[in-house]
């Protein structure tokens, strides 16, 4: 069953958040993740949220897509990240 992680992203140094997204890339691409939105526009229909990027990735399963959040590649990545945004990810089964 597929799922999606789903990052609510409030970019805080954006020279610094470059360099997770290079890396983050290839890491999400490794485990089969497809990008479903990244950036754009988004609208807030009901309640409070502090980011200004929502990021939707597709994987095959919960399980490949906590596979690429444990990953040493992603795990690179989040270093680069640390100080660079405020973040949270939620992983979702798909219906």
């Known amino acids: ?6 990052a ?5 140094n954006p ?3 470059k ?15 497809r990008v479903l ?3 754009g526009i988004a609208a807030v229909a009901e309640g409070n ?13 919960v399980e490949a897509a906590k ?4 990953s040493p590649a992603y795990l690179e990545a989040q270093s680069k990240r640390i ?3 405020d973040f949270t990810m939620l992983i979702v089964e798909g219906a």
């Open 1 to 6: 069953m597929p799922a999606y992680a789903i």
């Open 49 to 61: 949220t502090a980011c200004d990027r929502v990021v939707v990735t597709e994987f095959a399963s």
């Open 83 to 85: 100080g660079a945004a």
């Open 19 to 33: 360099e997770y997204a290079k890396l983050a890339g290839p890491a999400v691409d490794k485990f089969g993740g």
């Open 37 to 39: 939105a990244r950036g």
């Open 67 to 70: 596979a690429c959040y444990d």
């Open 8 to 12: 609510l992203v409030k970019v805080n």
């Open 15 to 17: 020279e610094q958040f």
